[in-house]
């Protein structure tokens, strides 16, 4: 494990993690939040780390009702059965926690009304919330959630925001959204993603050029990667 401290905040960078101990960290992460009583908005992330958030669900504790918010971070936009997406990856990997109210994206509505609709909702539940955790991956470009370097979702002044991202249509929280969050665990994992790694150290890096630097807003960041 290595800490960090960039501009003031504790950067947590977690070396080759199994899958079974990240969900392990992460869960007792939401359930420590839970114990003390706060309502949580947690939202997903897509990718590589489905399969981890899946065994997650899988130790979060019984939650008591409006205790628990769960929703994706980032949406491949398509029908509500889309199998692209990743909330229905995730339903279908048998993602499920007893007492949480689940918010998928997709309701089929077209793009702009389900993006509207989601703005809304997201608006809601953050003002509910005591606690706002989000789990994010990272791609090679250094983007994160459906944010992309140099696209309108960089600066977009709303808590969602849809467009065309070939090859897919996405729906996607923007920075204005990450910036609100407490606490946030991000998903890094092969040689392809070192060299961001290594970028996200550093102070100088616009949210343009890298989004994935938005995370360092956020009062607690763990990083797990297999970085050498």
């Known amino acids: 494990m290595i800490c960090l401290f960039i501009n003031n905040m504790n950067l947590n960078i977690q070396n080759n993690k199994t899958s079974e101990e990240i969900a392990s960290h992460i869960a007792e992460a939401i359930n420590k939040q839970i114990r003390l009583g706060k309502n949580v908005l947690w939202f997903l992330s897509g990718g590589s780390f489905i399969p981890t958030e899946i065994l997650i669900s899988k130790k979060i504790d019984e939650v008591p009702p409006g205790k628990l918010v769960v929703t994706m971070g980032d949406e491949k ?26 918010i998928p994206y997709l309701n089929g509505k077209d793009i702009l009304n389900t993006t509207e609709d989601i703005i809304k909702i997201i608006q809601e539940e953050i003002t509910k919330a005591d606690y706002k955790i989000g789990l994010f991956g990272m791609g090679a470009d250094g983007h994160t959630a459906g944010v992309l370097p140099h696209t309108p979702a960089v600066k977009a002044d709303y808590l969602a925001y849809a467009y065309d991202a070939p090859p897919f249509k996405r729906i996607t929280i923007t920075p204005k959204t990450i910036a609100t969050f407490d606490e946030a665990f991000l998903y890094a994992m092969g040689e392809s993603k070192w060299p961001m790694i290594e970028k996200l150290k550093l102070d100088d890096i616009s949210i343009e050029d890298q989004p994935a630097q938005i995370l360092k807003s956020i009062p607690l960041l763990t990083i797990f990667t297999d970085i050498k």
């Open 77 to 102: 936009y398509g029908s509500v059965d889309y199998e692209e997406s990743a909330w229905f990856k995730l339903m279908k990997g048998g993602f499920d926690i007893k007492g949480a109210k689940l």
